[in-house]
């Protein structure tokens, strides 16, 4: 028998369920329980999203046959039923929980469960049986802000890419296993999340790890497996004080987010080692005083911001990085010089040096650079632009606001510049 039931008013009468029920579809279900006197052994699915629904029965039941749960958006729900009577493994469970706000403890789990649904529950920790369920395909737990901690039994869980999300449980602050399938683990503002474990390098499939505004993480852990996939690294907003130089083994990475890491030290020079790294983001690592000597050539490296870091000089190695099209040097208050060898950045199209107070020189431009179009030394503490200046051929913009010391001896003639920002007391 299928019952369905299409009314959200107020319910007033007696309400009677036949035991022979096997489909119950009843939105915005008006009471706190199911009658007692109902009998649910041939019931299959029971859909109530927004339902007024405390807990399904007072007593616990023989639940055979029941493969669907639907109480999504049941808001009161502070219990959910055992489920030990649906252990028939031809059947497959799921059960649909998201935004049960109410709901803090959840049963085990059966074996034959496969979708499993507690997007923003209230629920403070996950039962074992579910992290070693091998028969979860789809586990969502994102936006549990009171979880506290996973299972620490061994996780079994072959999660397909994209059924897994851990993005919004602040709270969590260890873990020792995470699905060996994940390609995206997000753990943004996890304000107790202190390490991560050594094993994450069994996260083969990983391709994007975010940690950004974790404000107790020290510590990024040593890779002692390669990590073939992961491509983006955002570790910006964390307490951490250097990069292992195991970061090597993180060979597919694209961009590294380090900024506003205020007590990072110091960048490995195995650095280098990452062919296909074409973001570096250091801005506002106020403590890092040195950027490494690279010393074997990066080709795809594209956008380098040391942006307010205390960095005195660049290395000349800095020609190694063959691909760059932008050096972001803002506020780089104790920057000091720039090597020469910046001319051999063919590539390089912006150049930002704006409030570095204490660069006094700008290098000799020994061979044209065609591509770099922007200039900005507004702030600096330059007094005079060589006469191999000219070689900026390319060069649109030009901005020496600010420039104090700057005694102009000549103007440079070049063709390509439109916009020449210099105030005439500064002349």
């Known amino acids: 028998m299928l019952i369905v039931v299409r009314s959200y008013g107020q319910f007033t009468v007696s309400l009677d369920l036949p035991d022979s029920l096997r489909y119950l579809d009843w939105p915005s279900y008006p009471l706190e329980s199911l009658p007692s006197n ?17 807990k399904l029965w007072e007593e616990d039941q023989r639940l055979v046959n029941l493969e ?19 252990q ?18 959840l049963p085990e789990m059966p074996g034959n469960i496969t979708y499993l649904d507690l997007q923003n529950t209230g629920i403070n920790e996950l039962p074992e049986s579910v992290w070693s369920n091998e028969n979860i395909s789809y586990l969502n737990i994102s936006g549990c802000e009171d979880l506290e901690k996973l299972p620490s039994n ?62 107790k993480l020290e510590n990024f852990p040593e890779i002692l497996e390669p990590m073939e996939h992961l ?29 506003d890491c205020n007590r990072l030290l110091s960048i490995p ?44 000089e660049l290395h000349s190695s800095i020609e190694f990085l063959l691909a760059l099209k932008c050096i972001d040097l803002r506020d780089c208050i104790r920057l000091s010089s720039i090597p020469k060898s910046i001319c051999k950045l063919k590539y390089l199209e912006e150049l930002n040096l704006s ?58 003639h070049i063709a390509a510049l439109r916009s020449f920002g210099m105030k005439t007391r500064d002349l």
């Open 38 to 54: 109902f009998c649910p052994e041939n019931l299959v699915e029971l859909h109530m999203p927004y339902s007024e629904v405390k």
């Open 88 to 105: 028939n493994l031809d059947k497959r469970i799921h059960i649909d929980l998201g935004y049960c706000t109410s709901l803090k403890y």
């Open 154 to 215: 061994k996780c079994k869980l072959k999660v397909s890419a994209g059924s897994f999300d851990l993005e919004g449980c602040t709270s969590l602050g260890e873990f020792s296993e995470l699905p060996r399938d994940i390609s995206i683990l997000s753990m943004v503002g996890f304000k107790r999340l202190v390490s991560l474990p050594t094993n994450i390098c069994k996260l083969k499939y990983l391709k994007e790890l975010i940690l950004s505004r974790c404000s």
């Open 68 to 86: 669907v749960i639907n109480l999504r958006w049941s808001t009161n729900l502070t219990e959910v039923p055992n489920l030990p009577g649906s």
């Open 355 to 412: 409030r570095c107070s204490k660069l006094e020189n700008f290098p000799e431009i020994l061979e044209p650079m065609e591509h770099l179009v922007s200039l900005s030394l507004q702030g600096t503490a330059v007094q005079k632009l060589p006469s191999s200046f000219g070689n900026l051929i390319g060069l649109q913009t030009l901005d020496l606001h600010g420039c104090k010391h700057l005694k102009l001896s000549f103007i440079c």
């Open 231 to 259: 491509e983006l690294l955002d570790l910006s907003g964390t307490v951490i004080e250097e990069l292992h130089s195991s970061i090597e083994f993180l060979p597919a990475l694209e961009c590294i987010d380090l900024r």
């Open 269 to 312: 020079r195995s650095i280098c080692k990452l062919k296909y790294l074409e973001k570096l983001n250091l801005s506002r690592c106020s403590k890092l005083e040195n950027f490494p000597d690279i010393w074997k050539p990066m080709e795809h490296l594209e956008f380098l911001n040391l942006s307010g870091t205390a960095v005195k």
